[in-house]
């Protein structure tokens, strides 16, 4: 099991940038393709983004490729989102996610507690 803690959500303005982190600890992080995912009021959690454990595959959902980036630090066990040109409709908490397969499965085995992203319009 790995332990996964998300930072950096916040309020931003429709068109602005924010970039989360997402530090995991308790196990060989190299082990781990990762993920994020997104839960908006009322929604269901869906897919965001994946990167396997040496950085170089990624995957995103229609919805945000093109916007957001994926990325990992394997030195520092964190694993990173950036999120450029927001809209309204990215507002949702947004987990990180942890599985030993690539691409990360809908239903990771390790979940972080979420943090908060809001986009203004």
């Known amino acids: 099991q790995v332990q996964l803690v998300e930072s950096g959500g916040g309020l931003v303005q429709a068109g602005g940038s924010l970039r989360l982190s997402c530090a995991a600890s308790?196990?060989?992080?190299?082990?781990?393709?990762m993920g994020w995912f997104r839960q908006a009021p009322g929604k269901e959690r869906e897919f965001v983004a994946t990167i396997n454990w040496s950085g170089g595959r990624t995957d995103y959902a229609a919805s945000v490729k093109g916007r957001f980036t994926i990325s990992r630090d394997n030195v520092k066990n964190t694993v990173y989102l950036q999120m450029n040109s927001l809209k309204p409709e990215d507002t949702a908490v947004y987990y990180c996610?942890?599985?030993?397969?690539?691409?990360?499965?809908?239903?990771?085995?390790?979940w972080g507690q979420g943090t908060q992203v809001t986009v203004s319009s």
């Open positions: 308790g196990r060989t992080f190299t082990s781990y393709a």
């Open positions: 996610a942890a599985d030993t397969g690539y691409p990360i499965p809908s239903h990771p085995r390790d």
